[in-house]
């Protein structure tokens, strides 16, 4: 069984600039989360997606869109990057357990710079 | 909406300590809580959760926490830590988003440091 990947790992980019960041579920996992870690600070909730639908969203402005495959692989889409994007994006990928809530398990996160 | 607070920024314990991280959550209804760690550069890993049922829940790595309502606290323990525990501890409470989203609340961390 394999765990949550993601792509890249590291990412430099200039402010204006569009980002699309991937990820790959864990294997029978068909919802993912997406999160914004910046330095020194514990993780934010960006959005969920679940059986390609958006099903929750946390305080992040519309510039931040997402997409979830068939395969239930998923993309992070920031536009107009701004200094303060600069942050570990961490997905986690969480699966039908029937024990009404089910534990996300993260990948190694990308690292994104904003210059 | 939920919170959690983790008071302490960083601790420092010998090798051979037991450890205690404190961890205090504000949520309305009966909460799922969780830990994980964070080694430098890596994702999270998770080390327990607790969903209902006994109050002490044991982990992975030797790492158990003990649920108590009362005092709104999910604090992680360990009896003698490892050299490799050095890493960023988060406690995080399991909530319903807008939408049908659950989404999970992270404290700021704790950074522990061990010393030989």
């Known amino acids: 069984e394999t765990g949550v990947t993601q792509s890249p790992t590291h990412l430099i980019k200039t402010r204006g600039q569009q980002v699309t960041l991937r990820c790959s579920s864990q294997s029978g996992h068909n919802t993912v989360s997406w999160y914004q870690q910046a330095l020194g600070q514990g993780p934010q909730f960006i959005f969920q997606?679940?059986?390609?639908?958006?099903?929750g969203r946390g305080n992040f402005p519309p510039r931040f869109s997402g997409l979830q495959f068939p395969n239930y692989s998923s993309e992070l889409n920031v536009n107009a990057l701004e200094l303060d994007d600069s942050a570990l994006y961490l997905c986690?990928?969480?699966?039908?357990?029937?024990?009404?809530?089910?534990?996300?398990?993260f990948g190694p996160g990308t690292r994104l710079l904003v210059l | 909406a939920q919170s959690v607070t983790q008071p302490d920024i960083h601790i420092t314990v010998s090798e051979g300590a037991s450890l205690e991280l404190r961890c205090n959550y504000s949520y309305g209804a009966t909460p799922y809580l969780f830990w994980y760690v964070q080694s430098p550069g890596q994702g999270l890993q998770l080390l327990l959760k607790?969903?209902?049922?006994?109050?002490l829940v044991q982990g992975i790595k030797g790492f158990e926490a003990e649920f108590k309502r009362s005092q709104s606290s999910f604090n992680l323990r360990k009896p003698s830590v490892h050299w490799s525990d050095a890493a960023e501890y988060f406690c995080?409470?399991?909530?319903?988003?807008?939408?049908?989203?659950?989404?999970?609340?992270f404290g700021s961390g704790t950074q522990l440091t061990v010393l030989p």
């Open positions: 997606y679940y059986r390609e639908e958006e099903n």
């Open positions: 995080a409470v399991g909530a319903d988003s807008s939408g049908s989203a659950r989404q999970l609340t």
């Open positions: 607790y969903f209902s049922g006994d109050t």
């Open positions: 986690a990928s969480s699966g039908p357990t029937g024990t009404g809530w089910e534990t996300q398990y």
